[in-house]
């Protein structure tokens, strides 16, 4: 069993429309922990999330991005994504939970230094190893991505950061520098070919790495019939987070802070998150 924090935001998104309501049944486990910010119908909870302060903001983001990122009418709703992340990667150097769920509105693997798109603000995973090494004197972090699309704002930020490790699972090409890696995945793939490549890659990387944490930016956009379909079925998600979950207890403690990116259906949503959510919980 292990101590899982979920945190989670709302905002006014379809795809998470169904939840918190379908958390009935994990949130009463004794190892599961809510941390909760705003959402319509909230009752009061002792645990609140906080947004992103300013100054965390400024050490991955330069400041005319901030400012204008500041003005959009999304601004409140990608600070608490961004927070939800940096709020799991502390609680967990505190020991207070050995793993996490972070439900988010807005993504952050398309948010870099300067830009950002793609449904992305802020960087997210960025922003929590910011925090790790400056408050808890972490070193060595990994993210790992298996959203269907390329991750350029996570690789640009790290792209000379040989103490982060990156591995980027999309379309593009296989290439790596200063221990960002892109794995090349088909534009078609079976579930057995996905699932290989992505154990097989990112095991390899972890063995010889050894972070002190794994972020794994989650997007499920790569379901048949979602905006970024490569042909993975929607099990799938659920045996790679089983694949997380075991890298994560063999290469870093069971560090393991899973980040919700793209995927756009809100039945996906809502049947894969329990599952993925109960993977993370064990026992
Ligand atoms: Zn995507
Ligand atoms: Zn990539």
Request: aromatic content about 12%.
């Given at each position: 069993?292990?101590r899982?924090?979920?945190?989670?935001?709302?905002?006014?998104?379809?795809?998470?429309?169904?939840?918190?309501?379908?958390?009935?049944?994990?949130?009463?486990?004794?190892?599961?922990?809510?941390?909760?910010?705003?959402?319509?119908?909230?009752?009061?909870?002792?645990?609140?999330?906080?947004?992103?302060?300013?100054?965390?903001?400024?050490?991955?983001?330069?400041?005319?991005?901030?400012?204008?990122?500041?003005?959009?009418?999304?601004?409140?709703g990608?600070?608490?994504?961004?927070?939800g992340?940096?709020?799991?990667?502390?609680?967990?150097?505190?020991?207070?939970?050995?793993?996490?769920?972070?439900?988010?509105?807005?993504?952050?693997?398309?948010?870099?230094?300067?830009?950002y798109?793609?449904?992305?603000?802020?960087?997210?995973?960025?922003?929590?190893?910011?925090?790790?090494?400056?408050?808890?004197?972490?070193?060595?972090?990994?993210?790992?991505d298996?959203?269907?699309?390329?991750?350029?704002?996570?690789?640009?930020?790290?792209?000379?950061?040989?103490?982060?490790?990156?591995?980027?699972?999309?379309?593009?090409?296989?290439?790596?520098?200063?221990?960002?890696?892109?794995?090349?995945?088909?534009?078609?793939?079976?579930?057995?070919?996905?699932?290989?490549?992505?154990?097989?890659?990112?095991?390899?990387?972890?063995?010889?790495?050894?972070?002190?944490?794994?972020?794994?930016?989650?997007?499920?956009?790569?379901?048949?019939?979602?905006?970024?379909d490569?042909?993975?079925?929607?099990?799938?998600?659920?045996?790679?987070?089983?694949?997380?979950?075991?890298?994560?207890?063999?290469?870093?403690?069971?560090?393991?802070?899973?980040?919700?990116?793209?995927?756009?259906?809100?039945?996906?949503?809502?049947?894969?998150?329990?599952?993925?959510?109960?993977?993370?919980?064990?026992?």
């Amino acid at each position: 069993m292990k101590r899982t924090g979920i945190f989670f935001h709302y905002q006014n998104g379809e795809r998470l429309r169904d939840f918190p309501a379908l958390l009935d049944g994990i949130l009463d486990k004794d190892n599961v922990y809510l941390y909760d910010a705003y959402y319509p119908g909230k009752t009061p909870s002792s645990y609140e999330l906080d947004p992103v302060p300013i100054g965390l903001l400024t050490r991955v983001h330069d400041r005319r991005m901030i400012d204008t990122i500041s003005r959009s009418s999304d601004y409140k709703g990608a600070l608490y994504s961004a927070a939800g992340t940096v709020a799991a990667a502390a609680r967990i150097w505190r020991d207070e939970i050995d793993n996490a769920f972070v439900f988010t509105g807005y993504g952050d693997h398309h948010a870099g230094t300067s830009f950002y798109g793609g449904g992305c603000y802020f960087n997210g995973a960025a922003l929590a190893i910011s925090e790790l090494r400056q408050e808890f004197g972490a070193r060595k972090l990994a993210i790992a991505d298996t959203d269907a699309h390329h991750g350029d704002g996570t690789w640009q930020i790290f792209q000379d950061d040989p103490d982060t490790l990156y591995v980027c699972f999309c379309g593009g090409e296989s290439y790596s520098r200063n221990n960002n890696i892109n794995v090349h995945v088909p534009w078609r793939t079976t579930d057995n070919q996905y699932l290989e490549l992505v154990q097989l890659n990112l095991r390899q990387h972890l063995e010889v790495f050894r972070p002190e944490a794994l972020f794994w930016n989650w997007g499920y956009d790569g379901t048949t019939g979602d905006y970024g379909d490569i042909g993975i079925s929607p099990d799938t998600h659920v045996r790679l987070a089983e694949v997380f979950r075991q890298a994560a207890d063999d290469f870093c403690e069971s560090r393991l802070i899973v980040v919700l990116c793209g995927g756009s259906r809100r039945d996906l949503a809502s049947r894969l998150i329990p599952c993925v959510l109960r993977v993370l919980i064990g026992g």
